[in-house]
């Protein structure tokens, strides 16, 4: 459900195990317009930008990808 909170374009922040420590800026690239029937996922994927500090990625890392969510028209409710 959360799926529709996700556009192209949007900002998200990767972590890679062979990094500890830091994150990297990436922007989603694609967000499936169906769920995969056998997971009942929405696959998105996303683009990590290029570090200048020569930081190579390889094939095969595993990376948590945060996506930043979206949210129109929100209203603030105070609590008493």
Partial sequence: RDVVHVAV???ARV???AYPGRTFAARVTLVASAADPATGTFPVE???EVEE???RFVQGLVA????ARRVAN???VPSV
Avoid: I, K, S, W
Avoid at 64 to 67: A, I
């Fill in 9 to 11: 374009g949007d900002t």
């Fill in 15 to 17: 972590a890679f195990d």
């Fill in 46 to 48: 996303v683009e990590v």
């Fill in 53 to 55: 500090d020569g930081t």
């Fill in 64 to 67: 948590r990808v945060t996506l």
């Fill in 74 to 76: 929100a209203a603030a």
